[in-house]
Structure formats: C-alpha cells, structure tokens
C-alpha cells in the first residue's frame, strides 16, 4: 500500500514538474508579466504539500503572522487574502477534505469531542445562511476561509500537538517567534514617528495587521503562553529564560498598540486566573457571568446615562487612554461602535433566523444608520468595517441560532478548559491548561468591542487553543484508567 502511496506521488511530482515548465514558458513569452516569480513559490509548496506536509504546516503556522495582504501589492484587486498564508492554508484544506475522503482515518478521539461537534454545528449553520444569504457569493467566500482556518489550525494542529510537549512548545514557538519580529519592527517604525503618539499606533503595524486592535489582540492572547512557558519548571533553564526575554517584548508590543480592548482583556485574563487558581467551580463561574449580563440588562438606560457624563477623549496619555473607553459622548471611536451596534441589532430584526449572510454585513448596514450615532469616521455609503462584535456579527451574519452555536461554543471550551485545570494532577497539563484558557478569555472579552476570527493572524492562534485544550483533555481521559490502578 505504501509502494502505492509513493508510486502516485511520483507520477504526481513529475506532472507538477512539466505543469510548472509549461507555465513558465508561456507567462516568459506569451504575457511577459513579473507574476512569474511566483511560480517557483508554489512549487516548492506543492512538493512540500506532497512530501513533508508536517514541514509545510509549520511553515505556515510561522508565515501566519507575517503574511501580508494582497492588496498591497495590487490596490485594485477585487479578491483580497492574505499572502502566503491563506493560499497554503486553502489548499492544507483540499489536503485535509481528500484525507478524509479517501483514507478516513482521522483520530476518531477529536472528532467525536464535543467540542468538535459545536465546532461542526457552528460551521454547518455558516455554510447553510451561506446559500441562504443575500449576498452568497461573498459568504460562501467568508465559510471557505473559516474552514480553511478550522481544518488546519484546529483539526491538523490536534495530530501535531498530541505529541507531547515538546511539540506544543514547538509550534507556539514559531507563531510567537513570528510575532516578536512584527512587534520589534512596529515599534522600531513608531520610534520613527514618535513612540507616544498615538494615531499613528493605528497604522504601523502594517501591512502585517491592518490596524492596532487586531494586533493588539493578538500580543494579548500570546501572552499567557510566553508566561506559561517561561513558568515552567520541567524545561531547561535557557528554555524558560528565552521565553521570560520576550515576556518585556510582548508587554512593550501591548502597550504601544494602544488598544484599550486588548488593555482590558489583560487585565479580566488577570482576574480569571486568580478564579481559577482559586479553583472555584465552572457552574458557579457561569452564574456569576449571567447574573452579571441581567443586571446589565436591567439597569442599562442608568449605566447610559452615567457613562454620558464622561468626556475624556482617547489619548496619548495612558491614563486618559484608559478614561476614553467610557467616553459614548465626544469619543468618535466609541460611538461609532455604538453606530455599528445599533445598525447590527435593526438588522437583525429583519433577519432573525437565518440572517444577511456571513460577512455580509459591511455592504448592507449603511441604510440603518441614524443621525445620533453618526461621527466623523462614519462613512455615507456605509462600505467600511464591521460589526465591531464577534456575537453581533454572528447575530447578524447566521441570526439567532448563529448566535447560539457560537456561545454554545465558548461555554463548551471554556468548561472543558477549566474542568481539566480543576482535575488533573499534571503540572504541565494544567500550566497549558490554564495558558488556553486565558488565551481564549483575552479574545472572547475583546469579541465584544470587535470581531476578528476573518483574519488569518488572529484566527490561527484562536482555534490553535481550542485544538490545545481538546488534545490536553483526551491525553487526561486516556490516562485517568491508569491513574487509578493500585501501585
């Protein structure tokens, strides 16, 4: 059978070998055109692809954060992706989808996790108000790339992690290793401008992220990773020593992105730790999380009222930076989030089941917009940006059982994450544990000021800490058995 496997290989490696000859003579002589640098690139992905897919994967775990749009390279192109990434994301898809097909012998253990099922429910309804949506060509497009993230990032990434530690630390490594090179040259760029100055922190972490929030997000979901491996006991001194060197690196990169999101989400990341060092339980955590939502519910028009007293403008000043985020009078970036807030919620009336269609929102919320929350960053066409929340972009995107697939699974990996801290007895099982966990709750406080899970750079890490998580649980189920047997 492998005599087989390696014989169609070849044939397969010789047909791509004349297949890329043949293109090159007819772009050298036919088109004249300077796209054929290409070529040799998607070569050498494909023989990779072929070959060393475990190379390739790595490969693009570590391009992810580096990757750039390429839009940068032609500002007219109608189709937009990320450069190399999500091509070689895309096709480690097709890769995944043919396994399936024609070997499935996809590690059964992750597949029937229930966190996968959620992750299945989540995507199946995706691609049903994909056909159902009023602009399907667009959200079809929106359901192939959260596949492309999901297949690699969360079910390859599971047969990689589940090698032990090592690999774990490995593959974080290359994605943190990418980020500290886009942190030291944003900042290096910032200095060049002035390092407190906060508008240009918006763009100079281009063309790798194409603002400051995003970026900022992402430093904030690393950072309980590079603590984690700087923490622990069971490496090797100059192990942990690298990873405390780019702890400073990391905190520099979230302080001058100026993203007050990501400030926050640090700082709830700090309180949930203490909560689960206190090892108090997940029913009651959850409780705790609903009460405090109806209360917000319930005394919404006081806290309004309260919060137009503040006049605080975002700053250069941190502390005033940190005042502006209350500010929904005078601040525009807050009430223009109020401005997409209200459009996202009108939409949704019209649409409450199946929704307008994922990623669609940005070309239908301009009619919905009132004169109140309009501000200077508003546009007439209302044709930039989006619903600036995870859950009113799924509101808005899928309806209301969009909505609730994607909450069912954020209780689902946080209860799995947080049981697996409270039973285990394995040091390093509960020091990633624990890194996942508040990873994942930097990001789902950040989902409620902006939404990002369309973006390469802050996907793969996502949906590389549900994969974490659900490696760590099965390797604990599979050794409780052994734990319990008399010595």
């Known amino acids: 059978m492998l005599e087989r496997i390696s014989h169609i290989k070849l044939i397969l490696f010789y047909f791509l070998a004349i297949l890329f000859i043949a293109c090159n003579l007819y772009l050298l002589t036919v088109k004249e055109t300077r796209d054929l640098i290409l070529l040799p690139i998607g070569f050498i992905v494909v023989a990779m692809a072929l070959f060393r897919l475990d190379v390739l994967f790595r490969l693009v775990i570590f391009l992810t954060p580096l990757s750039i749009p390429l839009t940068t390279f032609y500002p007219d192109s109608v189709v937009n992706m990320s450069l190399p990434s999500e091509p070689v994301l895309f096709g480690l898809l097709g890769i995944f989808v043919l396994r399936l097909l024609l070997e499935n012998d996809f590690d ?191 005394f919404w028009t006081q806290i309004l009222l309260k919060l137009e007293t503040n006049k605080t403008d975002s700053s250069s000043n941190m502390m005033k930076h940190v005042e502006s985020m209350t500010n929904i009078t005078s601040d525009a970036s807050n009430v223009e989030r109020l401005n997409r807030w209200y459009c996202a919620l009108e939409m949704f009336k019209e649409k409450p089941v199946l929704g307008w269609g994922p990623n669609t929102y940005q070309f239908k919320y301009a009619p919905f917009q009132i004169r109140e929350f309009r501000t200077i960053i508003s546009t007439n066409s209302g044709d930039w940006g989006n619903a600036h929340s995870e859950y009113l972009g799924a509101l808005v995107s899928s309806g209301l059982p969009g909505l609730l697939a994607f909450l069912v699974m954020i209780v689902l990996i946080l209860y799995t994450g947080i049981r697996l801290y409270s039973r285990t007895k394995d040091a390093r099982t509960r020091l990633l544990t624990m890194a996942a966990v508040l990873s994942l709750i930097t990001y789902f406080v950040h989902s409620f000021l902006n939404n990002f899970l369309d973006m390469d750079n802050a996907a793969v890490p996502f949906w590389m800490s549900f994969a974490l998580i659900v490696v760590l649980d099965i390797h604990e189920r599979q050794s409780l058995p052994q734990q319990k047997r008399p010595a």
């Open 108 to 298: 059964r253990k992750v597949w029937h996790h229930p966190v996968t099922y959620s992750i299945g429910i989540y995507l199946g309804w995706m691609l049903l108000t994909s056909f159902t949506s009023t602009m399907p060509l667009v959200s079809l497009k929106a359901f192939l790339a959260a596949a492309w993230f999901i297949s690699a990032a969360y079910f390859m990434a599971t047969q990689y992690l589940k090698r032990g530690f090592s690999s774990i630390r490995e593959l974080w490594l290359l994605f943190i290793a990418a980020m500290v090179i886009v942190i030291i040259l944003t900042i290096r760029k910032h200095i060049g401008y002035g390092l407190w100055n906060k508008q240009i922190a918006y763009k100079v972490p281009q063309p790798f992220f194409n603002d400051h929030t995003v970026y900022g997000a992402v430093i904030a979901m690393m950072i309980p990773y590079v603590i984690a491996f700087a923490s622990d006991r069971g490496s090797k001194m100059k192990i942990r020593l690298l990873f405390a060197l780019l702890f400073p690196v990391f905190l520099s990169g979230l302080i001058f992105s100026y993203s007050r999101a990501s400030w926050l989400s640090i700082a709830i990341a700090a309180v949930v730790w203490i909560i689960m060092k206190l090892r108090i339980r997940f029913t009651h955590l959850l409780l705790t999380a609903v009460t405090i939502v109806v209360i917000l519910f319930t």
